[in-house]
């Protein structure tokens, strides 16, 4: 069960079920009150106008822009690659985004659709958005996203395991995941509107981060609540100590629910209060969003023009 690559003590805390129930029951209990009151503290705060336009290259570059319907079409997809390439055609300085999300019978399409640009190509995977179905199904299912070209996956845990206490089958499973992912880098979502409380956050963020997680991630988007920032603060600080344990930095994915430039330069004041600065490159955090891009072209035009710019000039999901 143990990762050979962990320090000693995290190395312990996984060799059985038992070591694995120790260390996630010891982790230190979430204060919800104080942990409300600074993420809303956080997200009051403003930023110098020399830094907004900062801030908004900077939340395109992190997007992975994502289409998860069942009505998706390769030709939805072509136009999403082509929207993620090129966000904002009058200003071809406009950042690329950082991925493109899709199913995983729709990655060949996308990596066609993206060869040559650096943009990623991201597919859900493990029984999306449930996550109930055997293990074996789950893993031909990345099998088959990696062989089509994608170089990211997005996992789903077995939320049932986890609140039955079954750690160990959970963290089984995210090893096999990150074992079949070969080169691919994990997402691990948590789905962290199923979870119940912050404490239960804490201890599967931790969980996926000990299996080998590369980014914890909020939500498939599919359930409400989807992404908060509460929760996304209890994410960012599991990274951060984490870090702080191992020296190894791994990343933070809020999805669901973050729609307009506000909302997103609330979240990159709490990566930098939380996790530091370090983290707010999009190798270590995303957003998980379809509809935020349109409004941070939209506040981006409207900041380099001096007035506010009709969303006619762009191509609207």
């Known amino acids: 069960m143990a990762t050979a690559t962990l320090p000693a003590e995290l190395a312990e805390a996984t060799r059985d079920e038992q070591s694995l129930r120790r260390f996630l029951h010891g982790l230190p209990g979430v ?5 409300e009151q600074r993420a809303a503290s956080l997200a009051t705060r403003s930023i110098k106008n020399t830094a907004k336009l900062w801030a908004i290259d900077a939340a395109i570059a992190m997007i992975d822009l994502t289409t998860l319907e069942g009505a998706d079409t390769r030709g939805r997809v072509r136009a999403l690659a082509a929207k993620a390439r090129q966000p904002d055609p009058g200003y071809p300085d406009t950042p690329r985004v950082a991925a493109v999300c899709v199913y995983p019978d729709l990655v060949e399409t996308a990596t066609r659709a993206l060869r040559g640009s650096g943009i990623e190509v991201a597919s859900v995977a493990t029984a999306f958005p449930s996550g109930r179905s055997g293990r074996d199904v789950k893993l031909a299912e990345v099998s088959l996203a990696v062989s ?6 997005d996992m789903v845990i077995d939320r049932g395991a986890f609140l039955e206490g079954r750690y160990g089958a959970v963290f089984d499973e995210i090893v096999a995941v990150k074992a079949a992912c070969g080169n691919a880098r994990l997402k691990v979502i948590l789905e962290t509107g199923e979870l119940g409380t912050y404490d239960n956050v804490r201890r599967a963020s931790w969980l996926a981060l000990l299996a080998g997680g590369d980014f914890v991630k909020t939500s498939t988007g599919k359930i409400t609540p989807a992404a908060t920032l509460p929760v996304t603060h209890v994410l960012l600080q599991a990274v951060r100590d984490f870090h702080e ?27 930098r209060e939380v996790a530091g600065e370090g983290w707010l490159v999009p190798a270590l955090f995303r957003f998980g969003a379809s509809s935020l891009l349109n409004d941070l072209l939209l506040q981006r035009r409207t900041r380099l023009e001096g007035h506010y710019s009709s969303p006619d000039h762009l191509a609207l999901d």
Do not use: F, W
Request: net charge positive; aromatic share 2%; glycine share 16%.
């Open 31 to 35: 204060d919800h009150v104080g942990l």
């Open 148 to 153: 089509c070209g994608a170089t990211e996956v």
């Open 245 to 271: 344990a191992t020296g190894e930095q791994r990343g933070v994915k809020p999805a669901g629910g973050i729609r307009t430039t506000k909302e997103a330069i609330r979240y990159l004041v709490a990566v």
